[in-house]
């Protein structure tokens, strides 16, 4: 609720016709993770939860996930989005470290188990002249699908 009050949104949501493909969730609340991960005077979010569908996995779609929440976190003044990532098999709340690193975020607070990773969002999203310019690239182009919008309460 927290969230939702201070951002206006609380993840972002893949859909597929008429059923949500995959979901990512965040969280502002002052939370040890965020307090070994960052500096207080930082505006950032942990990422709770991230889910594809068991039959979209290994298509790009929690990349789009990862890229919806970094543009949803820029547009709210966020700086840096946190995660908990697991060097076993990983999970909806914990995926894989090698996973969270391969879509730019590296490891803040290290663990034996579920290290924490950050993603500063200065060095990822901030040029929107270059991503607005790539957007009308890959339109052209045809069959690109922008990434999602933030859910809100009232369309989740």
Not at 83 to 89: D, I, L, M, Q, T
């Amino acid at each position: 609720m927290e969230t939702q009050a201070q951002l206006g949104w609380c993840g972002v949501r893949l859909r597929q016709a008429d059923r949500t493909t995959g979901y990512a969730l965040v969280n502002v609340a002052d939370s040890p993770v965020r307090r070994s991960s960052v500096d207080p005077e930082v505006s950032a979010a942990a990422v709770t939860a991230l889910w594809v569908a068991r039959d979209c996995r290994g298509q790009g779609m929690g990349r789009q996930l990862v890229q919806g929440l970094a543009a949803a976190a820029t547009r709210s003044g966020l700086q840096v989005l946190l995660a908990v990532g697991s060097r076993g098999p990983g999970s909806c709340a914990a995926p894989p470290v090698g996973w969270w690193q391969r879509q730019g975020f590296r490891v803040a607070t290290d663990h034996p188990i579920h290290p924490v990773l950050r993603l500063d969002l200065d060095r990822t999203v901030r040029w929107a002249w270059w991503s607005e310019w790539w957007d009308r690239v890959r339109h052209s182009i045809g069959g690109w699908e922008a990434p999602p919008h933030p859910t809100s309460r009232s369309g989740a």
